[in-house]
């Protein structure tokens, strides 16, 4: 299913559930790049979030080190946001959120030109994603979680952030290199 910002996809998986649980295949190189997802991810991250609340974003890569992202909850759940900061586009500065969790096993592809973030809905929340860049500290940006000019209205009033989160500049100032 494409998301309302152009790129933006959420994926409902095929799943196959008896009385013993269920499998699927999380990823599929050749089912995907039919999709338009890149046919080779280089680089698997996992993070815990230990409380609901903790927000991790806005993250992205500059240009040449732009990560595309494929997304989804292990365990616990997420509110998954996507901005796109993308130069000359339409939607330049607006967001698109969506619920992903482990019990609807949803998975959300972020392209390159988009920053991105997640707020925990429940403590205890695993979140793996693939990316198709490796990570170059060297070319790692981010825009302030609350940039009142986007106007992300996150599921939580006492947000739980990092130091980095934190400092980010809104994106009127944050440096970023994507033309549409």
């Given at each position: 299913m494409e998301g309302k910002l152009a790129g933006i996809k959420l994926i409902e998986p095929t799943v196959f559930e008896d009385a013993r649980g269920y499998f699927m295949e999380s990823y599929q190189a050749e089912r995907y790049a039919k999709n338009g997802l890149p046919k080779a991810f280089v680089q698997d991250n996992h993070s815990l979030s230990k409380e609901a609340g903790v927000i991790r974003g806005l993250h992205y890569q500059l240009h040449p080190q732009a990560q595309s992202k494929l997304v989804r909850v292990?365990?616990?759940?997420?509110?998954?946001?996507?901005?796109?900061?993308?130069?000359?586009?339409?939607?330049?500065?607006?967001?698109?959120?969506?619920?992903?969790?482990?019990?609807?096993?949803?998975?959300?592809?972020?392209?390159?030109?988009?920053?991105?973030?997640?707020?925990?809905?429940?403590?205890?929340?695993?979140?793996?994603?693939?990316?198709?860049?490796?990570?170059?500290?060297?070319?790692?940006?981010?825009?302030?979680?609350?940039?009142?000019?986007?106007?992300?209205?996150?599921?939580?009033t006492q947000p739980i952030l990092s130091e980095k989160d934190a400092r980010h500049p809104v994106l009127a100032l944050a440096e970023h290199n994507f033309k549409y």
């Amino acid at each position: 299913m494409e998301g309302k910002l152009a790129g933006i996809k959420l994926i409902e998986p095929t799943v196959f559930e008896d009385a013993r649980g269920y499998f699927m295949e999380s990823y599929q190189a050749e089912r995907y790049a039919k999709n338009g997802l890149p046919k080779a991810f280089v680089q698997d991250n996992h993070s815990l979030s230990k409380e609901a609340g903790v927000i991790r974003g806005l993250h992205y890569q500059l240009h040449p080190q732009a990560q595309s992202k494929l997304v989804r909850v292990t365990a616990g759940a997420i509110y998954d946001v996507v901005v796109d900061i993308r130069t000359g586009s339409p939607t330049l500065g607006q967001w698109e959120g969506f619920e992903l969790s482990a019990e609807n096993k949803l998975q959300l592809f972020v392209p390159a030109g988009f920053a991105h973030g997640f707020c925990t809905l429940v403590s205890n929340t695993e979140v793996q994603y693939k990316v198709d860049r490796l990570y170059s500290k060297e070319h790692d940006r981010g825009i302030l979680w609350n940039d009142p000019a986007i106007g992300i209205v996150w599921p939580t009033t006492q947000p739980i952030l990092s130091e980095k989160d934190a400092r980010h500049p809104v994106l009127a100032l944050a440096e970023h290199n994507f033309k549409y």
